[in-house]
């Protein structure tokens, strides 16, 4: 990790929507006082971001203050520098997810997070690419990529993270399967399914872990694949999600530099929040790319020891179609035991099978 300098020159592109955060200026204001030369610019459109960052200059420090959206053009703008010119990158997390942010360990309050970019060291780490497109922490592919690009402003600004649920149910009716050719350094897969993930990061649709193994300095992206799960296989698929192997019949796992996918038809993508859409995509990890602030305890990072995450944990990306067969955890039991027997009761959420305690004589998972 890399110290950094007591006072510094620093650019904060802000976004244009979150110009009025009463916290922000007050931070701002803070650091000025304590001698930081802090030029704020505020976008008013898409791809303002992007040209800020090319009309930087020599600054220390570039803070991209907004939601993963911004976050995404801001590295888009660096990704377009030389890697000698790229500044040291910090993020003020303002938007409705923040999921990159978040999953890094970066505070949500302004002043907190504003003071880490100021104080904190810079950690070298990859940038995901998607054919000429950039992505820092997460593509997902058919599913995740129709709710995002289904989700109105308003209704995100509304309901916050909980516009994706929403978005998901209603699509949910009539999901669809998406065919093709997936290939990996060491192997080539045909099939379908509703979803795919290829993360940098880990978390997306405002904290849903979607690649629980991803470290953003392994020169690696971990790719998920969910394929079509018949009512019938569903704990079969549960076991599949706990263990992450990349040889699961419905739910495969693979960490890799690069991943291409030739879909049958063209499919709709979300990278880091941002629709776009793809005939063929290639999908590589370019490492030590860019340098973060992040804590120092940043659980993305290698060196960080992680706590291994449990099967509630690892289910909650599942999309709600799944929840009328219990495996959601939304509906199944909450300790995720007796999932098939599980007696769904809106008022006591009460699991029979295992008298309500998890016990491994239980028999169920």
Same mark, same amino acid.
């Given at each position: 990790?890399?110290?950094?300098?007591?006072?510094?020159?620093?650019?904060?592109?802000?976004?244009?929507?979150?110009?009025?955060?009463?916290?922000?200026?007050?931070?701002?204001?803070?650091?000025?006082?304590?001698?930081?030369?802090?030029?704020?610019?505020?976008?008013?459109?898409?791809?303002?971001?992007?040209?800020?960052?090319?009309?930087?200059?020599?600054?220390?420090?570039?803070?991209?203050?907004?939601?993963?959206?911004?976050?995404?053009?801001?590295?888009?703008?660096?990704?377009?520098?030389?890697?000698?010119?790229?500044?040291?990158?910090?993020?003020? +997390?303002? %938007?409705?997810?923040?999921?990159?942010?978040?999953?890094?360990?970066?505070? &949500?309050?302004?002043?907190?997070?504003?003071?880490?970019?100021?104080?904190?060291?810079?950690?070298?780490?990859?940038?995901?690419?998607?054919?000429?497109?950039?992505?820092?922490?997460?593509?997902?592919?058919?599913?995740?990529?129709?709710?995002?690009?289904?989700?109105?402003?308003?209704?995100?600004?509304?309901?916050? +993270?909980?516009?994706? *649920?929403?978005?998901? *149910?209603?699509? *949910?009716?009539?999901?669809?399967?998406?065919?093709?050719?997936?290939?990996?350094?060491?192997? !080539?897969?045909?099939?379908?399914?509703?979803?795919?993930?290829?993360?940098? %990061?880990?978390?997306?649709?405002?904290?849903? !872990?979607?690649?629980?193994?991803?470290?953003?300095?392994?020169?690696?992206?971990?790719?998920?694949?969910? &394929?079509?799960?018949?009512?019938?296989?569903?704990?079969?698929?549960?076991?599949?999600?706990?263990?992450?192997?990349?040889?699961?019949?419905?739910? /495969?796992?693979?960490?890799?530099?690069?991943?291409?996918?030739?879909?049958?038809?063209?499919?709709?993508?979300?990278?880091?929040?941002?629709?776009?859409?793809? /005939?063929?995509?290639?999908?590589?990890?370019?490492?030590?790319?860019? !340098?973060?602030?992040?804590? +120092? /305890?940043?659980?993305?990072?290698?060196?960080?020891?992680?706590?291994?995450?449990?099967?509630?944990?690892?289910?909650?990306?599942?999309?709600?179609?799944?929840?009328?067969?219990?495996?959601?955890?939304?509906?199944?039991?909450? &300790?995720?035991?007796?999932?098939?027997?599980?007696?769904?009761? /809106?008022?006591?959420?009460?699991?029979?099978?295992?008298?309500?305690?998890?016990?491994?004589?239980?028999?169920?998972?």
């Amino acid at each position: 990790m890399k110290r950094k300098a007591r006072s510094r020159k620093v650019q904060l592109i802000l976004n244009g929507k979150v110009a009025g955060n009463d916290a922000l200026q007050s931070a701002v204001a803070g650091q000025r006082g304590a001698g930081h030369r802090v030029e704020v610019r505020v976008t008013q459109e898409k791809g303002d971001a992007r040209r800020f960052v090319s009309e930087a200059g020599d600054v220390d420090l570039l803070i991209a203050a907004g939601g993963d959206g911004t976050l995404n053009e801001v590295v888009h703008g660096l990704m377009g520098l030389s890697s000698a010119a790229r500044p040291v990158l910090g993020v003020v +997390p303002l %938007g409705t997810a923040n999921d990159f942010a978040t999953g890094c360990g970066i505070p &949500r309050e302004p002043e907190k997070a504003l003071a880490l970019c100021m104080e904190g060291n810079a950690s070298p780490i990859d940038v995901g690419k998607a054919n000429d497109h950039w992505f820092l922490n997460v593509a997902s592919v058919g599913f995740g990529a129709e709710v995002t690009a289904s989700t109105s402003p308003e209704l995100k600004r509304l309901l916050g +993270p909980v516009a994706y *649920a929403v978005m998901g *149910a209603i699509l *949910a009716i009539n999901v669809h399967q998406y065919h093709g050719r997936l290939i990996l350094p060491d192997r !080539q897969i045909t099939g379908s399914g509703p979803v795919a993930i290829v993360g940098n %990061g880990r978390q997306t649709g405002g904290g849903v !872990q979607v690649a629980p193994r991803a470290c953003i300095d392994d020169g690696l992206l971990d790719v998920l694949v969910v &394929r079509h799960i018949p009512a019938t296989a569903l704990l079969t698929a549960a076991r599949e999600l706990q263990q992450l192997s990349p040889n699961g019949e419905y739910i /495969s796992y693979w960490q890799t530099p690069w991943v291409e996918v030739y879909p049958d038809e063209a499919i709709p993508v979300n990278l880091d929040g941002e629709p776009v859409e793809f /005939s063929s995509v290639r999908y590589e990890a370019v490492p030590r790319a860019i !340098q973060l602030i992040v804590p +120092p /305890s940043c659980p993305l990072l290698s060196a960080t020891v992680r706590r291994p995450l449990s099967l509630r944990q690892i289910v909650s990306f599942l999309p709600p179609f799944y929840v009328g067969f219990g495996l959601h955890p939304a509906a199944g039991c909450p &300790r995720l035991c007796g999932i098939a027997e599980f007696k769904r009761s /809106s008022i006591s959420r009460y699991c029979s099978p295992c008298n309500g305690t998890h016990s491994s004589s239980s028999g169920h998972l």
